[in-house]
């Protein structure tokens, strides 16, 4: 299990790490917050269509050579995007090709990266019981919205001289290696041959059932059973949390995706990009701590189900958005980011354990992927968005995250089933 956080962790936190410090990079290049905040949508498109496709393939490829395939994915992108920023910033060539070389490699994370969450996602739901897949999948669903708001939060720390702003992509690209290694070294091979049945390998530990045990429950259970069609996204089992993992996941997006400009112009730090990074990093730890609290510890403590991780995570996110709104010190920014971290940290377990537990084992690998292209969406255009309302007005986008966040739970509470 410790390898496939370290897979989701890694995926997401790169991801997002560049959050913090995009504002200076935007600084120092003289390039307009909203394109900014819009390079990596071209990625986040790319996130979205693949997913599915990856997901799918690892029917017959097995989920392990997918991971492989997204970490191989994520390292390259890094390391490239970041040379290409560092000689960008050098003065190589201008503003304006230094961001469409950073676009254009970050594509290898959504194009090859998106293949890493679904065959995580995949590989867990086939190994635990119905009963706790929700406690399993939080787990997993913990390591990437952790991800969401570490990786923020330790790329001012990753910042050298030497590389400067460039510097947390390499180091990125350097734990990437780590984690394809230890992919390799450390988790058994699956059988792609029994994919579309979720059954995999038994894990390197003595307490875990051997595989010919898994293929022979599996094929009892299902004996019998036709395969199933193709899982669509309308399907009535799963069309619920579907929408409400994508409008939740555009709330969240937006509110994560302004904070940094925040920072910069509620604190007065615009002109002292060093101190702007610090207080974000600030900010953002904040915002981890909470994410840990509601999937480590609130959600397991009190047995929160997906439909009630999805109520109370809305009701949470709401209160924290609308102190963001009004925030005008470090304090009350960190108080605000941290309860809208805490709600949507309870939010996305909720949405990816119901999206999985309303279908069966041999559709998991579909559902895996519709639940990562949703996730990805969120990023295609809800941060520009946001950042652009906020050009126009401070509170407009925390406004409408917590406009959001209302919707759902009045709709969440009549349409999503009980837990």
Not at 79 to 86: E, I, P
Not at 306 to 321: D, F, K, N, Q, S
């Amino acid at each position: 299990m410790t390898v496939l956080f370290s897979v989701m962790l890694v995926t997401a936190s790169g991801n997002t790490a560049m959050q913090s410090i995009l504002p200076t990079i935007g600084t120092q290049l003289h390039i307009p917050d909203f394109w900014v905040s819009a390079a990596f949508s071209w990625s986040a498109l790319l996130w979205v269509y693949t997913a599915p496709k990856w997901a799918r393939m690892s029917d017959k490829r097995g989920r392990k050579a997918l991971m492989r395939l997204g970490m191989i994915g994520f390292t390259s992108s890094f390391a490239l995007a970041g040379l290409a920023l560092f000689l960008g910033l050098q003065g190589w060539y201008s503003a304006l090709w230094t961001f469409v070389l950073f676009a254009l490699f970050r594509s290898l994370y959504g194009g090859l990266g998106s293949a890493a969450p679904p065959a995580v996602q995949a590989y867990v739901a086939a190994r635990t019981a119905r009963a706790d897949r929700t406690k399993a999948l939080s787990l997993i669903a913990s390591s990437f919205g952790l991800g969401t708001v570490v990786g923020p939060a330790i790329a001012p720390l990753l910042i050298l001289p030497v590389l400067g702003l460039s510097s947390p992509m390499f180091a990125f690209a350097f734990i990437g290696i780590v984690v394809m290694v230890a992919l390799a070294l450390k988790l058994p091979n699956d059988d792609p041959g029994f994919a579309a049945r979720g059954v995999v390998t038994s894990e390197p530990y003595s307490s875990a059932p051997t595989s010919a045990n898994l293929r022979r429950d599996d094929e009892d259970d299902d004996e019998g059973e036709p395969e199933p069609p193709q899982l669509r996204w309308l399907d009535q089992r799963i069309r619920p949390w579907l929408i409400t993992g994508f409008l939740g996941g555009n709330a969240q997006a937006m509110a994560l995706g302004v904070v940094g400009f925040l920072v910069l112009d509620r604190l007065g730090l615009r002109a002292d990009p060093a101190a702007g990074i610090e207080m974000t990093g600030i900010v953002l730890m904040s915002g981890a701590a909470a994410t840990l609290l509601a999937q480590w510890g609130l959600i397991p403590l009190l047995q929160m189900g997906p439909r009630a991780c999805v109520l109370w995570g809305m009701i949470t996110a709401m209160v924290g958005c609308a102190i963001l709104s009004e925030a005008s010190g470090l304090y009350s920014i960190i108080i605000g980011f941290a309860l809208a971290s805490l709600g949507f940290g309870m939010f996305r377990p909720g949405f990816t354990a119901g999206s999985s537990i309303n279908v069966s084992r041999a559709e998991q690998n579909a559902v895996a992927g519709m639940v990562a292209s949703i996730s990805g969406a969120a990023y295609i255009a809800s941060p520009a968005i946001g950042v652009l309302l906020y050009t126009l007005y401070a509170p407009l986008p925390y406004w409408l995250a917590l406009a959001i966040c209302l919707f759902l739970f009045g709709w969440g509470w009549k349409t999503l089933q009980a837990d």
